[in-house]
């Protein structure tokens, strides 16, 4: 028997993280990596499995150095505690693996830092190197040329993780995206042709979810629907499995803006009770949306992208949206029309983050071939290693500083949030289905722990914030809530998780004006902020 664990490595402080929020929520972390319990359950019974997420807890390297294999996984923007990590492990003398979407799409830069490197998915050559290495013959790289067949991965082993420091749990229902937008690079990873698990597969982890106190789970899938037929059969079990258990858990998950063109998907996922979704929209550019080839958001036959996004919220669901600016049909001018077009859209939770090209992605080749690419230290200094077409490096970090302020100011994110939730009346669909008037006693019991969920974050919001100007607003948006909608307590609930969101964001978008005066170099925060919308991209390959 070996003594195995599994290290996801701390994330910097962004917006994805949502770190400065989570003490409100009583939480350390808002989720875990979908691939650390899936790791573990490749593992064979017979060896010792621990996990470890660096997110909820210290890393104990006395505990590694009694270890017999250390593995750490990794995105990208993970890449400099990864590799902090790796080099102190190796000063222990533990044999050590990397993989991940870091080894897959910058393998040169752990070259020699681990005993074993992964390249792409790992689910088969995960455990063809355990049985390689039980028997003394193991590889020092290992790819994996097919791509998995997901429909027989087995459970995660959710049961590994510390489940109660995390606000969500994660789930993967399906791998691949079918469109080629140039800057992604998870077609690279996963392909273009969508694989999905089985209905059977991910109820069972649904059911995992639910046994260990997850009520509320994202579905890291890179684009749900990816393949729409597939997707609505097992939408319709989780339909089914969600009624039979009195709806226990909230879901959320990532989809591509062809949703909108799809009234069946999104009353499919508005019954399972998908509350809100992430789509990339990117930019409301149509050149840039072009250039990058992001030619399902350039539909005129659909609609603009202001309807399709009102559409998919008539629906019932919430529209969190990722942008980028920096593009080469971009100009100034970007920075003035993207806040208003949020406005317009009354998108509150916007991921804003400069374009980056990430190696092994088209984007990437063509910049590179161009002479577009910053050096390292130039990628510091301005937040991104792509070099602008459309204005300067300066010009492009000043800017995206400034829609970031302009955005996550609390008078415009407020009046994104009220625009949607006040003025519009918006309901989620589970809310208001029939089905409840056969349960009532699940309702009640639903009503009365969200109020107290509600009344719970408000107390703590306006113990902790420090702000005073900060806390008053708060405590106007939130009586504001209270007055219109206080009938509806599901409502105040999601609402009040908004207002601590901002104060999350308004740590961020504040500390984005911190410039190094003498050398220009963008604040922490702002790479904090472009690297998450990677970070989006990549959690499911984790």
């Given amino acids: 028997m070996a003594d195995i664990v599994i290290i996801n490595p701390r994330f910097d402080i962004s917006f994805w993280g949502l770190e400065h929020c989570m003490p409100l929520f009583g939480k350390q972390a808002n989720l875990p990596v979908a691939c650390l319990g899936l790791l573990a359950a ?39 505690r990864l590799i902090e990590i790796l080099d102190k492990v190796r000063t222990l003398r533990v044999m050590t693996a990397v993989g991940g979407p870091m080894a897959t799409v910058e393998p040169e830069a752990l070259e020699g830092l681990a005993d074993v490197i992964f390249i792409g998915e790992a689910d088969e050559t995960w455990p063809e ?69 089985t209905s059977e597969q991910v109820l069972a982890e649904l059911d995992s979810f639910r046994e260990a106190g997850l009520n509320i789970v994202f579905v890291v899938d890179d684009n749900l629907i990816g393949n729409k037929k597939a ?70 036959k659909a609609g603009t992208l202001l309807e399709r996004v009102h559409r998919i919220q008539q629906n019932g669901i919430d529209v969190w949206c990722g942008m980028i600016v920096g593009f080469d049909h971009d100009d100034p001018s970007i920075f003035e029309i993207m806040p208003k077009f949020l406005a317009d859209a009354r998108i509150s939770a916007a991921l804003i983050g400069l374009l980056h090209a990430i190696p092994t992605t088209p984007l990437y080749d063509r910049l590179k071939r161009e002479g577009r690419l910053n050096d390292d230290e130039d990628s510091e200094v301005y937040g991104t290693n792509v070099i602008p077409l459309g204005m300067s490096r300066e010009e492009l970090r000043d800017g995206f500083i400034e829609v970031m302020q302009a955005c996550y100011g609390a008078d415009a994110y407020f009046q994104r949030l009220d625009s949607l939730y006040m003025d519009g009346g918006f309901k989620y669909v589970v809310h208001g289905l029939p089905y409840w ?19 719970a974050i408000a107390a703590r919001l306006l113990a902790l914030v420090k702000d005073k100007a900060l806390r008053a607003r708060y405590r106007r948006q939130l009586a504001g809530v209270v007055r219109r909608r206080w009938h509806e307590p599901h409502i105040l609930f999601i609402y009040g998780i908004k207002v601590a969101m901002h104060y999350h964001y308004s740590e961020l978008a504040q500390a984005l004006s911190q410039v190094d005066e003498k050398t220009g170099a963008m604040p922490d925060a702002g790479r904090s902020f472009s690297r998450a919308k990677r970070a989006v991209e990549e959690q499911a390959a984790a």
């Fill in 437 to 455: 008037s056969q349960q009532r006693l699940a309702w009640a019991k639903r009503c009365f722990f969200n109020y107290v969920k509600f009344g």
């Fill in 231 to 300: 997707i609505k059969s097992i939408l319709r079990e989780i339909v089914r499995w969600q009624q039979e258990n009195a709806y226990p858990l909230t879901l959320f998950t990532e989809a591509s803006l062809d949703l909108a063109e799809d009234e069946e998907l999104m009353e499919l996922m508005g019954l399972a009770n998908f509350q809100s979704v992430f789509i990339g929209i990117e930019t409301p550019n149509e050149d840039s949306l072009r250039e990058t080839k992001k030619l399902q958001n350039v539909r005129p």
């Fill in 129 to 197: 190197f355990l049985r390689d290495w039980e028997r003394g013959c193991h590889q020092s790289s290992y790819k994996q040329l097919d791509k998995t067949e997901v429909e027989r991965l087995p459970l995660p082993r959710i049961d590994l993780l510390k489940t109660d420091r995390y606000m969500f749990g994660s789930l993967q229902i399906s791998r691949g995206c079918p469109f080629t937008c140039e800057f992604c690079d998870i077609i690279v990873t996963f392909g273009r042709k969508p694989r999905l698990k």
């Fill in 42 to 80: 490749l593992v064979p019974d017979h060896h010792q499995v621990t996990l470890i997420d660096e997110n909820v807890e210290d890393i104990d390297f006395g505990r590694l150095a009694r270890a017999d294999l250390v593995c750490l996984t990794g995105m990208s923007v993970q890449g400099r």
